[in-house]
């Protein structure tokens, strides 16, 4: 288990149910905690069940100003900030020909610019401080294109690519910045999924591992990219989908009948 031995992250979405077990992941390892996310009640109820060394810090991160502020105002408040997770996200579901712009816009404000604005203030002080760890939350959305995501497939794509370019600029200076892309979690987010059982099947049927997934499968490799324990891993994406963009389920190209020997 990783020990951050006083070490502070601000986790950006805490209120969120990837976010919540982000941030207990975290504490549990003995990180400081800095929560931000736009729904401040939500946000003191997450704080108020880890205790602790933690604080929250409310901001709506589609304003410039308020985004490029929180890295400082984390280190005021704890002396140091090491640990950056950009875990907010927004999304719509809809064909891409019925996305209004200001939709498209706002999808690709929350899940692209503030990861690159909050990077962007947070690095320096980082490279002062000698080290600092960078986990971008982006999604399987982002590795293979899905119908009904524009938005939100173009968004995680370009948050992957910002990874591998804040890796290869930064690297040299101290810098860590990685991917976890989840598949589906439970989560609000997605609850509308768990309400019909033919997306249900679906998300089985392609699903090597025939599940889908828990917040806390997310924060465990999210632990391990903020943490020493990864320190030869930067730049990369990591799939957390139980298989899903490995290959493609039932798509087989030897002739026994599909689904026949897969394990299930
Ligand atoms: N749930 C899934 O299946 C899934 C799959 C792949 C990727 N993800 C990604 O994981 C991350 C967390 O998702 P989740 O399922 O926990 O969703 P969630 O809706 O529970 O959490 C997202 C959080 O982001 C916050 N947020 C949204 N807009 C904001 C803004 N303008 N300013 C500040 N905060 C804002 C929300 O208030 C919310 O608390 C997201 O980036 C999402 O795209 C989720």
Redo the contacts with the bound molecule.
């Keep these: 288990m990783a020990d951050f031995d006083g070490e502070v992250a601000l986790v950006?979405?805490a209120?969120?149910?990837?976010?919540g077990a982000i941030c207990r992941a975290l504490r549990a390892s003995g990180a400081v905690v800095a929560l931000?996310?736009?729904?401040a009640r939500?946000l003191e109820r997450t704080a108020a069940e880890l205790g602790g060394e933690v604080e929250i810090f409310p901001?709506?991160?589609?304003d410039d100003a308020q985004t490029e502020a929180l890295p400082a105002r984390v280190r005021k408040r704890f002396g140091r900030l090491d640990i950056l997770v950009n875990?907010?996200?927004?999304?719509q579901i809809a064909p891409m020909l019925d996305i209004e712009p200001a939709v498209w816009r706002h999808t690709l404000e929350?899940?692209l610019v503030?990861p690159f604005v909050l990077s962007r203030a947070a690095i320096p002080g980082m490279i002062e401080q000698g080290r600092g760890k960078i986990v971008n939350?982006?999604?399987?959305?982002g590795l293979a294109a899905f119908r009904d995501r524009a938005a939100?497939s173009a968004a995680?794509a370009g948050l992957i690519m910002l990874t591998k370019v804040t890796a290869v600029e930064c690297g040299g200076r101290g810098i860590w910045c990685n991917a976890v892309a989840?598949?589906?979690?439970e989560?609000?987010?997605?609850s509308s999924f768990f309400e019909s059982d033919e997306m249900t099947a679906s998300i089985r049927a392609n699903t090597p591992m025939g599940r889908w997934?828990r917040?806390d499968e997310?924060a465990s490799p999210v632990v391990f990219l903020s943490s020493a324990a990864s320190d030869f891993v930067n730049g990369t994406v990591v799939p957390v989908d139980g298989g899903w963009t490995a290959g493609y389920v039932g798509a087989e190209l030897s002739p026994r009948p599909i689904g026949a020997d897969n394990g299930r």
Excluded: E, F, H, Q
Aim: charged content about 15%; proline content about 7%; some cysteine.
């Design positions: 950006t979405g209120a969120g149910a990837i976010g931000t996310d736009i729904d939500a901001a709506d991160l589609t875990n907010a996200g927004a999304r929350v899940d503030a939350i982006a999604s399987m959305a939100y995680k989840p598949g589906v979690v989560t609000p987010m997605t997934c917040p997310i």
